[in-house]
């Protein structure tokens, strides 16, 4: 990642400070875009605010980049339940949605030329609650579906000068978890920030250029897993 030039969503949260870290790791020039300010942000790292709920901020923030070789879409409201079915304020749906997909598309919209120039990548960040769900997690789910379907689109725009990718993470945290909860996951444990990170680094490199349009899971196998309840 040498010489690269990164734009990294959210990059404030869970795993957008993985991103960061990884990302600064391999000698890349970052750029976090995020409400929050990181607590701690490497040397070769910009911080631009940004309320990624707003296309006004994002253009403003779009207008201060010169370059970019790889956007990540990882900005989201992480907390995926709202209110019970018949009581969910429109507010709040379309604060989910703006945060969690219009902001991914308007970054690639306003990024479009600069990818083009440098044969850049996208990667979104979507969820395992694109593909599954629970009560009460209408928003969240609808986003991140979305964002999938976004992800093909975008490809399909693109090609052939920019990949677009999709990474679909199940549970992952930084905090210790219960034996349970490790073992559940046929893999043995929760998901580590890290291994999001490891993915996106390998989804922007040259060894994975004919990956293109694809929603890759990381969730350690549950999605795959038939749960029943005796």
Not at 48 to 64: G, M, N, T, V, W
Not at 200 to 224: H, P, Y
Request: net charge neutral; proline share 4%; charged share 20%.
């Amino acid at each position: 990642m040498q010489n690269k030039i990164v734009i990294i969503t959210g990059s404030s949260g869970l795993i957008g400070k993985a991103l960061v870290q990884a990302f600064s790791g391999e000698g890349a020039s970052v750029i976090g875009l995020d409400k929050a300010s990181p607590s701690v942000l490497p040397s070769n790292c910009e911080y631009i605010p940004c309320d990624l709920e707003k296309p006004e901020e994002i253009l403003r923030a779009c207008e201060s980049i010169k370059k970019v070789d790889v956007l990540i879409n990882n900005a989201g409201i992480s907390n995926p339940t709202n209110s019970q079915i018949g009581t969910v304020k429109l507010q709040h749906w379309n604060k989910m949605l703006n945060t969690n997909l219009s902001a991914a598309f308007t970054l690639s919209n306003f990024l479009a030329k600069k990818l083009r120039d440098s044969k850049g990548s996208i990667v979104n960040i979507s969820s395992t609650r694109s593909l599954m769900s629970e009560p009460n997690n209408e928003a969240y789910a609808a986003c991140k579906g979305a964002l999938n379907s976004l992800t093909h689109a975008l490809m399909n725009s693109f090609a052939p000068d920019v990949n677009v990718n999709c990474i679909s993470p199940g549970w992952i945290t930084s905090d210790e978890v219960s034996d349970s909860a490790n073992n559940q996951h046929p893999s043995g444990r929760v998901g580590a920030p890290e291994d999001v990170a490891n993915l996106c680094l390998f989804l922007v490199s040259e060894k994975a250029r004919f990956i293109n349009g694809q929603n890759i899971v990381i969730d350690g196998g549950m999605t795959k897993k038939m749960i029943y309840v005796d």
